[in-house]
């Protein structure tokens, strides 16, 4: 790994048994990570972005899931081979998450001090009056108002966009190396939501946080991510730098995905694109290309086997036929 390197995660995979049959919701994925880097991953309902982050810090609920295979390499070392004592160190310490709905992570019966109290004591070592000082300087670094008074408060005191500050000051309380938000604005208005990612790009660039944003909206990426992985359909079907990708994307579902956002440097009044059909059916995928049904480029070839990764330098990689040698 080179220095800067924190995170790899090589050709992993994950698999669900359901009655129907077998969804490989994570199917060959691998990314870098470096330090202080925020990396978007983008995609639709079910492509698999979020399996993608629960299996980073093996948190998938077995059964019906398994991570079936491949490695995510922290500083070296394979956290899917850590030890219970290990994982436990590791999450919260040095990869934190915040969900969409923060209510789904704080407790409703405790107040907001008690739970980042114990959170900081836990894996900072800290004693509780120097806890409790780190924790109210968290509040007010996210932007809670008369933060030695409301961390005395319960969650339903704050409003959905103060809740979700409290999660981003929790999650990054104890210096966390990478910190994943999983549609972080998702639940909250448009004007909440733009101050909300402010203040993630804001606290992680001061901190030095890498940041996994997960999100299904490009606009998001587009503003905060240095560099950009498309999912669909359980796999990274391209990425790259956020700019280069959004100015030439490659895959024809990532031109889709672009060309389907409004923007108001626009004068035509053309009417907005959208990608044909439906997401895929990810009960027993045949290993052809997934998108080919909703593809306007498709090809014979797409519908008999799975065009593998091609390089194209600087972090850039796109999985179509169109780009592969075996095409030609
Ligand atoms: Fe379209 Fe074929 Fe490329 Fe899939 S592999 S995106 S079907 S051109």
């Given at each position: 790994m080179t220095d800067d390197l924190i995170l790899q995660v090589k050709n992993l995979r994950t698999y669900f048994t359901v009655d129907e049959g077998l969804v490989k919701a994570v199917d060959g994925v691998s990314f870098d990570l470096r330090k202080g880097e925020t990396l978007g991953i983008v995609g639709e309902s079910g492509s698999g972005k979020s399996v993608t982050n629960l299996s980073i810090i093996n948190l998938i609920p077995s059964p019906p899931g398994k991570i079936v295979g491949g490695e995510v390499v922290f500083h070296g070392k394979d956290i899917l081979k850590m030890s219970p004592n290990e994982i436990r160190h590791l999450r919260g310490n040095k990869v934190s998450m915040i969900f969409q709905d923060p209510m789904t992570s704080?407790?409703?019966?405790?107040?907001v001090s008690t739970q980042m109290i114990e959170t900081i004591v836990l894996h900072q070592g800290l004693d509780k009056k120097a806890a409790k000082e780190k924790a109210i300087e968290m509040l007010k670094l996210a932007g809670i108002p008369a933060p030695e008074k409301r961390i005395d408060q319960y969650p339903h005191q704050f409003s959905g966009g103060m809740r979700q500050r409290v999660m981003i000051a929790m999650g990054l309380s104890c210096n966390p190396e990478i910190l994943i938000a999983d549609e972080?604005?998702?639940?909250?208005?448009v004007t909440i939501q733009a101050q909300i990612l402010e203040l993630i790009q804001e606290l992680t660039r001061k901190l030095g946080t890498a940041v996994i944003l997960i999100t299904h909206s490009l606009g998001v990426v587009a503003g905060m991510c240095d560099t950009l992985c498309v999912m669909y359909a359980g796999r990274i079907i391209e990425r790259g730098k956020t700019d280069e990708v959004f100015e030439k994307p490659l895959h024809p579902y990532t031109q889709g995905l672009i060309h389907s956002v409004p923007r108001l440097d626009r004068e035509n009044k053309e009417r907005l694109y959208s990608i044909q059909g439906q997401p895929p059916n990810v009960i027993d995928l045949p290993d052809c290309c997934p998108f080919y049904p909703r593809c306007e480029k498709a090809m014979d070839i797409c519908k008999k086997k799975y065009p593998a990764s091609v390089g194209l330098g600087n972090g850039r990689a796109v999985s179509c036929w169109l780009y592969s040698e075996g095409n030609k």
């Open positions: 704080l407790n409703p019966f405790l107040k972080p604005t998702s639940a909250l208005d």
